[in-house]
């Protein structure tokens, strides 16, 4: 089921619908701990542009789940929204730029003095041939762990670093009758994401980036230990992690019947924001094991269709986004950290302070689940993979299924 949200004006739905004559805004954030971010940045729009008005056409699903089929079906029938969230990486340039469907926005770079504004490594992930397609408005990391901190605790346990250490803690917790690790894979790119963040902490940066060039292969022996280790993984999981989202799986943990869950840091914003939990009081942080000092990127950003109407506009939008207020609006609630490196560092949390340290010195690695690091197609098949294996458990057949997407990585 696909629903619509609309904030400013009604419609968001798909169908056959009127041009409203407003701003579209095209994301997937809608309610429980997505949609305060992009709330704040449309209000902050709407004070300097009162006469542009804006329509909120955020389509419900983690990770796009259904907000990608439907921005698939308008942009083939040549009708996009004014903008719309791309991850930076293949999904914007092996899909979008590609397809031939944006516009580069050198210009409005140039115009906003943006290209000394974003680290390097990100306007490369924005940017095709020599040319830049979109603004990023936060960064996202994908490789932490988050743990429920009375549990930890009142069970006198330290938070795992290490695979060793996360699986002699989750024995400790399964003896007590604690769920160790939350899932919530209903929707399955969030096994994928624990599935990528342990290929992460087994390969490293460097080896993980290879196996999207076609230069590791995946029956290599360490990616097969890294499949084993995620095997054993999921043998702490709570049962009924099918019927639940990562919402629903980060719930277990906030209320103390899971000790942990591997999400990305929009999890923070769903913390603090929705459940009203206290940074480093009532839950804390860690690198997912092994990932110290490495940082899975994921980063939200937005572009300008070609054929739309009122480009001007879109572009407003576009530059109040890459601003420093527009990233400082946004940010704080969504739980990633700004784009920008000269955003203002106290509007942040100590995860806030914590993840913009270390993104500075971290080697950078392209999440798969969330598009940047392979094209869709792939995402796809891995998706199908990673949601059989997660019941099946068979490591061989696992690893044929993602030798033969590897075709799609061309
Ligand atoms: C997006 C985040 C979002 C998360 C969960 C990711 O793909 O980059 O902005 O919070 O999905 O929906």
């Not at 990562?246 to 603090?272: P, T």
């Amino acid at each position: 089921m696909l629903s619509a949200c609309s904030s400013s004006s009604s419609s968001g739905d798909s169908g056959d619908k009127k041009d409203s004559g407003k701003l579209e805004i095209f994301s997937w954030w809608t309610g429980a701990g997505e949609e305060d971010g992009l709330k704040a940045l449309i209000k902050l729009f709407e004070e300097k542009y009162p006469d542009v008005p804006i329509e909120n056409a955020a389509v419900a699903g983690g990770a796009g789940t259904n907000a990608k089929a439907v921005l698939a079906s308008r942009m083939q029938g040549n009708d996009p929204p004014a903008t719309f969230q791309v991850h930076g990486g293949a999904e914007l340039n092996e899909g979008w730029v590609k397809a031939g469907k944006m516009e580069p926005i050198d210009d409005l770079y140039e115009k906003e003095g943006l290209n000394d504004k974003f680290p390097k490594d990100l306007i490369d992930m924005v940017s095709k041939d020599g040319k830049i397609y979109s603004v990023p408005v936060n960064i996202h990391r994908g490789n932490v762990l988050w743990y429920n901190k009375k549990v930890f605790e009142e069970n006198d346990l330290e938070a795992p670093t290490t695979f060793d250490e996360f699986f002699k803690v989750a024995d400790q917790l399964k003896a007590k009758g604690i769920t160790p690790l939350a899932l919530g894979d209903k929707e399955p790119w969030t096994a994928t994401q624990v599935f990528e963040n342990v290929l992460l902490g087994k390969l490293g940066a460097e080896e993980y980036l290879k196996l999207w060039n076609g230069e590791l292969a995946f029956d290599d022996p360490k990616v097969v230990e890294a499949i084993e280790t995620f095997k054993k993984m999921l043998s702490y999981i709570n049962e009924d992690h099918s019927s639940r989202n990562w919402q629903d799986a980060s719930q277990l943990v906030a209320k103390g019947e899971a000790a942990m869950n591997m999400m990305g840091d929009w999890a923070k914003g769903y913390f603090v924001n929705d459940l009203k939990l206290k940074v480093n009081e009532d839950f804390g942080y860690v690198a997912t094991p092994e990932t110290e000092g490495q940082f899975m990127v994921i980063t939200d950003t937005f572009g300008l269709p070609k054929g739309v109407k009122k480009a001007d506009d879109v572009k407003k939008f576009l530059a109040v986004l890459g601003s420093v207020e527009g990233q400082d609006a946004f940010n704080p609630l969504k739980g990633s950290i700004p784009a920008r490196t000269d955003a203002d560092v106290s509007k942040y949390d100590q995860y806030g302070k914590d993840t913009m340290e270390d993104f500075k010195a971290a080697k950078l690695a392209p999440s798969l689940a969330h598009g940047s690091a392979a094209p869709e197609g792939y995402v796809t098949k891995v998706n199908q993979a990673v949601n059989i294996f997660v019941t099946q458990k068979d490591v061989k057949g696992f690893v044929e299924s993602l030798k033969a997407a590897s075709s799609e990585l061309k």
